[in-house]
């Protein structure tokens, strides 16, 4: 039996600039809150091709989970929240707000 399908999240490193990015409705995002949660799973996988042909902008795309708060978007693995937390060398860029 297949295992169900379960809130995701598209995220991805941006080409340039190397930051954690997620897909969000209007283009990408580096904020969790504001990227698009899926919960069917042909969509998820149409917006991965879409996501994925985007080789001038964005590099290493894949599938996240992420669970609910409301209508939060919260990482359930651990590499999942550290990387939305941004570089832990020292305090800056999304750091800073922790």
């Known amino acids: 039996m297949p295992k169900p399908f379960t809130p995701k999240?598209?995220?991805?490193?941006a080409l340039l600039e190397?930051?954690?990015i997620y897909l969000a409705d209007n283009g990408w995002t580096r904020q969790l809150a504001?990227?698009?949660?899926f919960t069917d799973e042909a969509h998820?996988?149409?917006?991965m091709i879409e996501a994925a042909a985007q080789t001038g902008e964005v590099v290493g795309v894949y599938l996240?989970?992420?669970?609910?708060?409301?209508?939060?978007p919260v990482p359930t693995h651990f590499r999942e929240d550290f990387?939305?937390?941004?570089?832990s060398n020292?305090?800056?860029g999304k750091q800073e707000q922790f």
């Not at 998820?44 to 917006?47: C, G, I, K, P, Q």
């Open 83 to 87: 990387r939305a937390r941004g570089p």
């Open 34 to 37: 504001q990227a698009e949660v």
């Open 44 to 47: 998820a996988d149409l917006r």
């Open 18 to 20: 190397g930051d954690v």
């Open 64 to 72: 996240a989970d992420v669970t609910l708060e409301g209508s939060t």
């Open 90 to 92: 020292y305090a800056h």
């Open 9 to 13: 999240v598209i995220t991805a490193n």
